[in-house]
């Protein structure tokens, strides 16, 4: 069977063919400037037979994007799908599975659509079209908060006015759920360890957004992000924790605009606000690491950058109790060693103790880069999202007797 893996962005749409149960990749790529017309030339990357092209169309809409990019694949008889598989950032308390899309299903989608206003409803529009223009494929929808449905109460509940809170749907949610899990699944392969037996921290470090999981016994118990994908680490633009008399602060000197404030802390904020010109934290340990007198401006940012994952690390070490492993994953958790050192680096009270030159040349991955001594292993996992919604966009399916 073939699935087509859709993530829509509010902006692009990313997608992969997969071929299931091989988890062979067909083709991928992405359609860029979806939307209304702006300075760049709305285009669709595409990859296929170790080849890449790109594809110059109008897209006013994720409909006409899907559109373009089946034209694309259905050039090749072989890359005609089987099914589709949706990412959705947000499944809220509705969704803690993933779930066959029919027409139930798709009104409650619908009442998710505020919880994440930049990724749901162009989501939920890209399904509409699909079920319009080919209703006779399958599709499952992927939720990223739905790994963390196992929160417990005590780790999701804020401290606010209980009742107000559950009128509102404010608690939180966790978010990278598809990543946390999967590569957890990865690491208990790699070690032997039967999935439900895992115990360990997960550290999905993106060059956009990242977060820390605590798994215990397979499930997640605690992750670094919220109600939103804005609590926690500090983050390409995005600023993390935060006092929340300072957001009442900011609120205040914005003259009540929602909107700017919005964009401070979402878009202006995290390294690229400490800064000052990069929102990349490779940019600031590059300028730092090669200059005989760095700024001192470079010098704090990596500092607060790496504070704010060391603290949450501990603290969620503490959480774990007998850790099996540390994960680092995602394009920094993979491929900055700079960032694994200093994270792990005096942390052996907790039973972290890392070989310098694995870290240095992991090889293939997943690779343990723990020094042989080390009580908790340190593994360096590859992530692969479209490749795990791929198997449970399978999955789903075949629970459901292959029902659309």
């Not at 008889?77 to 099914?83: I, V």
């Not at 969704?95 to 162009?122: I, Q, S, W, Y």
């Not at 394009?331 to 050192?341: A, D, F, H, Q």
Request: overall charge positive; charged content about 20%.
């Amino acid at each position: 069977m073939i699935v087509l893996v859709l993530n829509c962005g509010s902006s692009s749409l990313k997608y992969r063919l997969i071929q299931m149960p091989a988890e062979r990749e067909l083709a991928g790529g992405e359609a860029r400037g979806v939307g209304p017309p702006t300075a760049s030339v709305p285009c669709i990357v595409h990859r296929s037979n170790g080849k890449r092209t790109m594809r110059e169309v109008k897209m006013p809409d994720h409909a006409e994007a899907f559109q373009q990019v089946m034209k694309l694949l259905l050039e090749n008889e072989d890359h005609r799908p089987d099914m589709l598989g949706h990412r959705i950032v947000h499944g809220g308390s509705l969704f803690t599975d993933p779930v066959v899309v029919d027409g139930k299903a798709l009104k409650k989608l619908e009442k998710t659509a505020g919880l994440a206003p930049l990724h749901n409803p162009p989501a939920i529009e890209l399904i509409r079209a699909c079920r319009k223009f080919y209703p006779e494929l399958p599709q499952v929808a992927v939720f990223d908060t739905a790994f963390h449905a196992t929160i417990p109460a005590c780790a999701y509940t804020y401290a606010l006015p209980l009742k107000q809170a559950a009128r509102l749907g404010i608690r939180k949610y966790g978010f990278h759920g598809t990543s946390h899990q999967y590569v957890t699944g990865e690491t208990s392969r790699f070690l032997g360890i039967a999935p439900e037996r895992f115990n360990g921290v997960s550290c999905h470090l993106g060059s956009g957004g990242a977060s820390l999981c605590a798994v215990v016994n397979g499930k997640s118990m605690d992750n670094t992000m919220g109600y939103s994908p804005l609590q926690g680490l500090v983050m390409s633009t995005r600023c993390g924790d935060l006092d929340p008399a300072v957001v009442l602060k900011l609120l205040h000197h914005t003259h009540g605009s929602t909107i700017e404030l919005e964009k401070i802390l979402n878009k202006r904020s995290g390294v690229l606000g400490l800064s000052g010109d990069s929102a990349e934290i490779r940019d600031v340990f590059a300028s730092v690491l090669n200059s005989s007198d760095p700024q001192r401006r470079k010098s704090l940012t990596a500092e607060v950058y790496l504070w704010r994952l060391r603290k949450y690390l501990g603290a969620y070490l503490t959480l774990v109790g007998k850790a099996d492993a540390v994960i680092f994953t995602d394009s920094i958790g993979e491929n900055v060693p700079l960032v694994r050192w200093a994270v792990c680096a005096d942390m052996e009270s907790f039973g972290l103790k890392m070989d310098l030159e694995k870290n240095e040349k992991p090889g293939s991955l997943p690779a343990d880069i723990a020094a042989e001594s080390s009580m908790v292993r340190i593994l360096v996992v590859s992530t692969n999202e479209e490749l795990a919604i791929a198997q449970q966009t399978a999955a789903t399916l075949s629970a459901n007797g292959g029902r659309k």
